[in-house]
Protein backbone atom coordinates (compact mmCIF):
# COMPACT_ATOMS: atom_id res chain seq x y z
CA UNK A 1 0.00 0.00 0.00
CA UNK A 2 1.75 3.32 -0.76
CA UNK A 3 1.75 6.13 2.08
CA UNK A 4 -1.04 8.21 0.16
CA UNK A 5 -3.73 5.33 0.00
CA UNK A 6 -2.96 4.64 3.74
CA UNK A 7 -3.00 8.48 4.50
CA UNK A 8 -6.61 8.32 3.16
CA UNK A 9 -7.76 5.38 5.18
CA UNK A 10 -6.02 6.87 8.38
CA UNK A 11 -8.08 10.16 7.88
CA UNK A 12 -11.35 8.74 7.18
CA UNK A 13 -10.90 6.41 10.52
CA UNK A 14 -11.12 2.76 8.19
CA UNK A 15 -14.39 3.68 7.01
CA UNK A 16 -15.63 4.43 4.06
CA UNK A 17 -12.90 3.31 1.62
CA UNK A 18 -13.14 -0.43 -0.34
CA UNK A 19 -9.26 -1.20 -0.47
CA UNK A 20 -8.26 -4.06 -1.08
CA UNK A 21 -4.18 -3.57 -1.79
CA UNK A 22 -1.84 -5.63 0.67
CA UNK A 23 0.01 -3.86 3.04
CA UNK A 24 3.43 -4.88 2.95
CA UNK A 25 5.14 -2.24 5.66
CA UNK A 26 4.78 -3.43 8.76
CA UNK A 27 5.33 0.20 10.15
CA UNK A 28 1.82 1.07 8.53
CA UNK A 29 0.03 -2.27 10.09
CA UNK A 30 1.07 -1.71 13.40
CA UNK A 31 0.21 1.72 13.37
CA UNK A 32 -3.26 0.77 11.54
CA UNK A 33 -3.74 -2.02 14.47
CA UNK A 34 -2.55 0.82 17.14
CA UNK A 35 -5.45 3.37 15.59
CA UNK A 36 -7.80 0.90 15.14
CA UNK A 37 -8.01 0.17 18.88
CA UNK A 38 -8.94 3.68 19.17
CA UNK A 39 -12.19 3.42 16.95
CA UNK A 40 -13.28 -0.07 18.18
CA UNK A 41 -16.22 -0.29 20.26
CA UNK A 42 -17.08 -3.54 20.47
CA UNK A 43 -14.49 -5.93 19.37
CA UNK A 44 -11.31 -6.96 17.48
CA UNK A 45 -11.15 -9.98 15.77
CA UNK A 46 -7.69 -11.22 14.04
CA UNK A 47 -6.16 -13.83 12.33
CA UNK A 48 -2.77 -14.47 12.67
CA UNK A 49 -0.55 -16.92 11.04
CA UNK A 50 2.66 -18.31 12.50
CA UNK A 51 5.08 -16.25 10.67
CA UNK A 52 4.15 -13.25 11.04
CA UNK A 53 2.86 -13.76 14.68
CA UNK A 54 6.70 -14.98 15.25
CA UNK A 55 7.52 -11.66 13.19
CA UNK A 56 5.37 -9.63 15.27
CA UNK A 57 6.53 -10.06 18.94
CA UNK A 58 10.48 -10.49 17.97
CA UNK A 59 10.03 -6.95 16.16
CA UNK A 60 7.13 -5.54 17.61
CA UNK A 61 6.72 -6.93 20.84
CA UNK A 62 6.93 -3.67 22.69
CA UNK A 63 4.14 -2.24 20.62
CA UNK A 64 1.75 -4.55 20.30
CA UNK A 65 1.78 -4.74 24.25
CA UNK A 66 1.04 -1.64 23.82
CA UNK A 67 -1.93 -2.21 21.59
CA UNK A 68 -3.09 -5.08 23.99
CA UNK A 69 -2.95 -2.84 26.86
CA UNK A 70 -5.08 -0.04 25.26
CA UNK A 71 -7.81 -2.46 24.42
CA UNK A 72 -7.69 -3.92 28.13
CA UNK A 73 -7.75 -0.22 28.97
CA UNK A 74 -11.26 0.46 26.73
CA UNK A 75 -12.83 -3.10 27.71
CA UNK A 76 -12.57 -4.31 23.92
CA UNK A 77 -13.01 -7.76 23.55
CA UNK A 78 -9.90 -9.43 21.52
CA UNK A 79 -10.55 -12.50 19.65
CA UNK A 80 -7.36 -14.19 17.72
CA UNK A 81 -6.81 -17.08 16.04
CA UNK A 82 -3.22 -18.26 15.58
CA UNK A 83 -1.72 -21.58 14.04
CA UNK A 84 0.09 -22.50 17.51
CA UNK A 85 2.81 -24.62 17.48
CA UNK A 86 6.21 -25.46 19.63
CA UNK A 87 8.02 -22.28 18.64
CA UNK A 88 5.04 -20.15 19.82
CA UNK A 89 2.98 -21.70 22.66
CA UNK A 90 4.90 -20.50 25.77
CA UNK A 91 4.66 -16.86 24.35
CA UNK A 92 0.88 -17.51 23.39
CA UNK A 93 0.15 -18.95 26.67
CA UNK A 94 1.34 -15.68 27.89
CA UNK A 95 -1.25 -13.29 26.25
CA UNK A 96 -3.97 -11.88 28.26
CA UNK A 97 -7.45 -10.85 28.04
CA UNK A 98 -7.79 -12.44 24.71
CA UNK A 99 -9.83 -15.52 23.48
CA UNK A 100 -7.59 -17.72 21.56
CA UNK A 101 -8.54 -20.26 19.50
CA UNK A 102 -6.04 -22.72 17.08
CA UNK A 103 -5.90 -23.69 12.74
CA UNK A 104 -3.48 -26.13 11.89
CA UNK A 105 -1.89 -24.57 9.10
CA UNK A 106 -3.42 -21.29 8.95
CA UNK A 107 -1.89 -18.94 6.04
CA UNK A 108 -2.43 -15.48 6.06
CA UNK A 109 -3.90 -12.55 8.22
CA UNK A 110 -6.92 -10.51 8.37
CA UNK A 111 -8.33 -8.11 11.14
CA UNK A 112 -12.19 -7.25 11.44
CA UNK A 113 -13.07 -4.79 14.06
CA UNK A 114 -16.52 -3.24 14.71
Not at 69 to 92: C, E, P
Amino acid sequence: MDELTFRQLKDSKYHRLIITEVIFDYNMMLEMIYDSISITEKGYDAVIDSSMFNFTMSSFKEGIELIAKRAQDNGIRVRTIFDVNKYNLNIIKKIKHHEIKHIDGLKGNFVIFA
